[in-house]
């Protein structure tokens, strides 16, 4: 399927590439250039693409992959671009639809699509209501969003669009060319199954998620690896205290769905296969094709095991450079209403007889087969089919890497009965990873007995590996052993590993064992992080009687001069054991003469909302570090929770200097209507603070704090406070700002009536043109006319009449020497109806040569079918050559930028271009545009027009 391209200027771009511009470009809003991509590149892509969907699409699918940025701009932007739209092609999933124009999510528009794609997206403002309410029906009607990378970095002022994709970004403590390690929450999730059950590594800058993320609203697929020394990072970049990293989840949204992924910074991310995967697996999800239990993740009636990364630090990026691409699909395509059907794939037996024989080295699409069969299966049929794989995974002859693929295979079927060949094959050390994983999954406590018979008797190299597997499955039976472990263990590995396994177990008694080891020697750190960790699960899991002694140890690390750089990690634990009680030992340690421990614990007080440690706080402040200020400050502004509002009016007045600008953000967002008062002044201060009181005024909540700006806004003299009432009042589509914007239009002041003109082409409507039309005696700058252009098209365009306007403009055009007659032509082609039809034709045939060039261009423009019409006539009939070049060149124009055009009437449209092409570089446009036309009309055509290729002449 081939995908659209709306790009208003795409033919014009064409043709100045085919006389003989040296670079191809992609135009991002808000007109950034990206380098096309290189044959290398889209090599690298095509090569990663899965060969088909995991299912079948239930009709024909159509996604509009939405790519503006309002804010930063992504470099990987055109690679996201040509990987969805491939994607689409190669799978045949949906057809893609390429864009950053926001009339995209026009009710109308909108209800073309099955599902919107935020790739990339930054600082989305979605300004007008009615799109806003467009995309949130869209959703809740059935149909689906999909959040790439930045896509949660948008909707600044729109909570309602924040809680849509389900996340707010806060930062990247993971840089793009940091190595990270993620886990599987869910390894055994639809849409995790590009990953075959591992964790993985990867280089990619990772988001830190706020705002209204929570494992109790979504279905958590992937997140940060935190049992990763790598992915440590100092607590002054942190702002989460939970160590909940997410990197991609799904959910429902009303009927509708939603897929979001942090994945995608790095333009090499678009060369993994498994990403690639996991990206369409999650597009067909949000399509409503490819079934997927959203159900959230702390809803589960039990936690999911997590696939951890793997010891191997190998990033999925270097694994997909160095690999080779086959045939292999990661499942059959069927149709989604099969997915829970008995299967119908090839019979087990068939699969296991090709497994069998496997071994390194050889294709891999025998694994995947099973796989899928496996998974197509019921619970029944895969019960019965379980003792075949036992057989050959116990049996001498089965090669190693085929009892591999088989243990792994199990992790679909394994039962009880299944736990002693797992421990045999535990023996084994090549066999020992596999083996441990396939146990942690297995909810039986004979799986407990297993894994610790091996963790003692197993080959050394492998016993870590099974005390892990405990730890993972949270074994609390296993507790005592692995407190001896700990204690006695010979290798440093294994006693690492029972410290870690008692950490995850995270229950009173476990965290009693760990607190019974000695902080001291080689192993101090292991163990200290190991009870930090156990103490952070107790506090969220346990019951509040275990608080005491979780309080307790956390005053241990406090108090032991060795455990300093765990002071952050223990005052959290201690503020959540003990509250109130433990405000008073913390205060003294927000002077701390280490910067991360003084701003790290201020800002979990500051987040605690405890009325004592605000207080504290509160008192203490002018005091403070400018450091620890700001970090107080900073919690303020992330948590906008009013009870922080008298710290940040302590910050504005008694603040160090360089925290107010942070201050008056704060403000905003904690604040009321009564925050106006104290933000307006400062919009005459210094520019950074002034900017700071802009967009903290901006962040107040709409309703009465709009009432007040609407009278500071007749009160105000300063421009500044004109211009930044007016943005915000018009930005929340304010209506009634609407009398004030016009009246200002008339302001002396360039800043201010530019303002004005710009709040009034944002707020204007069909009633509105009659006023908006008597304002051309006010335009006298550029940015005057260019608002004032968009206010009369929007209030034309809402014309449920167009005798009025047609009127109003005939009269203005009558005028000797009429002002702004560009516009106005340009006003009356986007009126719709035959009446303004006539009025253009007439225009058209005036006796002025200059009026009717104004016309044309007018015409080319508007890219409306009105115009295409008009367009087309006048090319074909002008008598005058320079018109007729001109009025062909916004013809093909408007050709390219209709996208509700069939291939067959597109081609027809060029063929009728045809004879009217005088020039060379004209036609090979023409043929050019063309050749992107997929079917036989296309096809025709270029068989008739274009030139023959030349043949190769033979060598001598």
């Known amino acids: 399927m081939s995908a659209v391209r709306l790009r208003p200027s795409s033919f014009a771009l064409l043709l100045a590439l085919t006389v ?23 090599a690298a892509i095509a090569d990663a693409l ?44 949906y057809t893609a639809v390429l864009s950053e124009d926001m009339a995209m999510f026009d009710p109308a528009t909108l209800a073309t699509f099955d599902a919107v794609v935020f790739q990339n997206t930054t600082k989305l403002a979605f300004a007008n209501p009615a799109q806003r309410k467009a995309l949130l029906d869209f959703v809740a009607s059935g149909k689906g969003v999909v959040g790439l990378h930045a896509a949660t970095d948008n909707f600044p002022t729109w909570p309602e669009g924040q809680a849509l994709i389900g996340g707010l970004f806060h930062g990247h403590p993971w840089t793009s060319g940091n190595l990270v390690a993620v886990k599987l929450d869910d390894p055994d999730h639809v849409l995790n199954t590009a990953f075959h059950h591992q964790g993985f590594w990867i280089k990619e800058e990772i988001y830190q998620i706020m705002g209204p993320y929570a494992r109790d609203h979504q279905r958590v697929l992937l997140s ?15 702002a989460r205290t939970d160590n909940d990293f997410p990197i991609s989840w799904i959910k429902n949204e009303g009927a509708g769905r939603v897929f979001y992924s942090s994945l995608g910074h790095n333009k090499d991310i678009f060369n993994v296969p498994s990403i690639l995967q996991h990206f369409l697996d999650g597009i067909q999800f949000a399509l ?38 086959t045939t292999a699909v990661p499942a059959p395509l069927v149709p989604a209403a099969k997915l829970a059907a008995p299967s119908t794939a090839a019979p087990v037996t068939d699969s296991l007889a090709q497994l069998a024989r496997y071994d390194y080295g050889q294709d891999t699409s025998v694994i995947s087969s099973l796989e899928a069969t496996l998974r197509g299966q019921s619970s029944a049929e895969r019960a019965a089919g379980e003792p075949k794989l036992l057989a050959l995974i116990t049996a001498d002859g089965t090669p190693a890497a085929a009892k591999q693929a088989l243990i792994r295979c199990l992790l679909l079927t394994a039962t009880p009965a299944a736990v002693p060949a797992l421990e045999k094959s535990g023996m084994t050390e090549v066999l020992a990873a596999d083996a441990a994983r396939t146990l942690a ?180 402040f002018a005091s403070l570090p400018a450091d620890t200020q700001a970090a107080v400050v900073s919690a303020a502004y992330d948590s906008g929770t009013p009870a922080l509002m008298p710290l940040v009016k302590t910050a504005l007045s008694a ?144 014309q449920p009449k167009n005798s009025q306007a047609i009127a109003l403009i005939q009269t203005a055009l009558a005028q000797p020497d009429a002002p702004e007659s560009p516009v106005l032509i340009g006003a009356l082609t986007v009126l719709p109806g035959e009446e303004s039809t006539k009025v253009l034709r007439a225009l058209l045939a005036s006796p002025d040569a200059a009026v009717r060039k104004d016309i044309i261009r007018a015409l080319a423009a508007a890219r409306s079918e009105g115009a295409y019409a008009l367009l087309k006539e006048t090319a074909q009939n002008s008598k005058e050559s320079s018109e007729q070049t001109l009025a062909l060149r916004g013809y093909l124009e408007t050709l390219a930028a209709l996208d ?26 023409i043929l050019a545009a063309v050749k992107e036309i997929k079917g036989k009309d296309a096809e025709k055509f270029l068989k008739e027009f274009a030139p023959a290729e030349p043949k190769p002449t033979a060598k001598a």
Not at 58 to 78: D, N, S
């Open 50 to 93: 899965p060969a088909k969907a995991r299912v079948a699409p239930a009709k024909p699918r159509k996604l509009l992959v939405f790519y503006r940025t309002e804010g930063f701009v992504h470099g990987c932007i055109p690679y996201g671009n040509e990987a969805l739209r491939r994607l689409g092609e190669a799978s045949g999933a």
């Open 224 to 238: 940060l690896d935190m049992s990763r020394p790598e992915n440590a990072r100092p607590a002054d970049k942190i």
């Open 441 to 620: 999954g297995i909810a039986d406590p004979s799986a407990d007995v297993a894994l610790l018979r091996l963790a003692a008797n197993a080959p050394a190299a492998s016993r870590a590996t099974f005390i892990n597997a405990l730890g993972q499955r949270r074994s609390a039976s296993a507790t005592d052993a692995l407190a001896r472990i700990a204690k006695t263990a010979p290798s440093p590995a294994e006693a690492d590993a029972a410290v870690e396994a008692l950490a995850r177990i995270g229950t009173p008694a476990s965290l009693a064992a760990l607190a019974a080891l000695p902080l001291e020697g080689p192993q101090a750190e292991a163990r200290t992080r190991a009870l930090l960790a156990a103490a952070d699960t107790v506090i969220r899991r346990a019951p509040a009687a275990s608080r005491p002694a979780v309080a307790k140890m956390a005053r241990s690390v406090l108090s032991t001069t060795k455990l300093i750089p765990y002071r952050i990690e223990a005052a959290q634990i201690l503020l959540a054991a003990d509250g109130e009680n433990a405000v008073a030992e913390l205060l003294p340690l927000t002077r701390d003469p280490a910067l991360r421990i003084r701003q790290s614990i201020a800002r979990s007080l500051a987040l605690s909302g405890l009325p004592s440690a605000l207080t504290g706080l509160d008192a203490a």
């Open 288 to 325: 409503g094709d490819l079934p997927a239990d959203a159900v959230p993740s702390a809803r589960l009636p039990a936690a999911p095991a997590p696939a951890l990364a793997p010891d191997d630090k190998t990033t999925l990026q270097e694994l997909a450079a160095h690999s080779v691409k």
């Open 655 to 798: 603040g160090d200097v360089s925290i107010r600008p942070l201050a008056a953000r704060a403000d905003g967002r904690c604040g009321d209507e009564t925050t106006v008062d104290l933000l307006i002044p400062l919009l005459t201060a210094t520019p950074d603070l002034a900017a700071a009181a802009k967009e903290g005024l901006g962040l107040l909540p709409a309703g009465k704090a709009d009432i007040l700006l609407l009278d500071k806004l007749a009160r105000a003299d300063a421009p500044a406070a004109k211009v930044t009432i007016l943005a915000i009042l018009a930005g929340r589509q304010q209506r009634a700002a609407f009398p004030a914007a016009l009246t200002l239009c008339s302001q002396a002041d360039a800043t201010v009536r530019a303002s004005a003109f710009e709040a009034v082409a944002k707020l204007a409507r069909a009633e509105d043109f009659p006023l908006i039309l008597a304002l051309t005696p006010n335009l006298k700058k550029a940015a005057d006319r260019r608002e004032w252009r968009k206010a009369l098209f929007s209030a034309a365009s809402a």
């Open 900 to 925: 509700n055009l069939k291939p067959a009437q597109r081609v027809e449209g060029y063929r009728a271009a045809w004879p009217l092409a005088s020039r060379p570089e004209e036609k090979a446009a």
């Open 20 to 42: 003989g511009a040296t670079a191809t470009t992609a135009l991002a809003e808000p007109g950034h250039v990206f380098p096309a991509l290189t044959p290398a590149e889209k």
